[in-house]
T-cell receptor, first 113, second 117 residues
């Protein structure tokens, strides 16, 4: 799996958009970008994933650059409950289930009131 | 529906003892994963199963660690002759075979906090 680089920590004001960057310059053509987050001591939670097109779901938006070497996770209106460690993960998404997740250090996002 | 469950939630043991950690995945999920997480770090992959077959055990740190999933549902991670360095949160996750926009999504359990004294 390609290595990812994320800032160690970020702050965001409640109600504002949180933009979390991730660099994955060695990504391969068949690798997807996944984002998970981990709130305090809970298990990681899936947020979104994409290959090359921008993606949006009920939780967030994912913007992937044209060369696919970096991406940004956007939480459009951050709330205090979005305070968590956010992990950017690159891996092959197989047609059949089963593939490890390789977590890095992640970004600690703190949403301030 | 019920999520991934793990038991026990907390386990304190003495060095040299064996421990067995249990994971009950989401019903019908084909794949089951084990991760270990040290304080302040991201989860570290240990092993995973598709049905009852162990597909990848490259993350198991040494031969004191083993895992099984004999009937393709519940899994047990066993650590023999525990050492203090084995202390960590052990997390289990499962995922479905179903195709769709969120296939390969892994659902994590609450974890078992293992403390080796």
């Amino acid at each position: 799996d390609a290595k990812t680089t994320q800032p160690t920590s970020m702050d965001c004001a409640e109600g504002r958009a949180a933009n979390l960057p991730c660099n994955h310059s060695t990504i391969s053509g068949n690798e997807y970008v996944y984002w998970y987050r981990q709130i305090h001591s809970q298990g990681p939670q899936y947020i979104i994933h994409g290959l090359k097109n921008n993606e949006t779901n009920e939780m967030a938006s994912l913007i992937i650059t044209e060369d696919r070497k970096s991406s940004t996770l956007i939480l459009p209106h951050a709330t205090l409950r979005d305070t968590a460690v956010y992990y950017c993960i690159v891996r092959v998404a197989l047609e059949t289930s089963g593939s490890r997740l390789t977590f890095g250090e992640g970004t600690q996002l703190t949403v301030n009131p | 529906g019920a999520g991934v469950s793990q038991s026990p939630r907390y386990k304190v043991t003495k060095r040299g003892q064996d421990v067995a950690l249990r994971c009950d995945p989401i019903s019908g999920h084909v794949s089951l994963y084990w991760y270990r997480q040290a304080l302040g770090q991201g989860p570290e992959f240990l092993t995973y199963f598709n049905y009852e077959a162990q597909q990848d055990k490259s993350g198991l740190p040494n031969d004191r660690f083993s895992a099984e999933r004999p009937e393709g549902s519940i899994s047990t991670l066993t650590i023999q002759r525990t050492e203090q360095r084995d202390s960590a949160m052990y997390r289990c996750a499962s995922s479905s075979l179903l195709a769709g926009p969120r296939y390969n999504e892994q659902f994590f359990g609450p974890g078992t906090r293992l403390t080796v004294l």
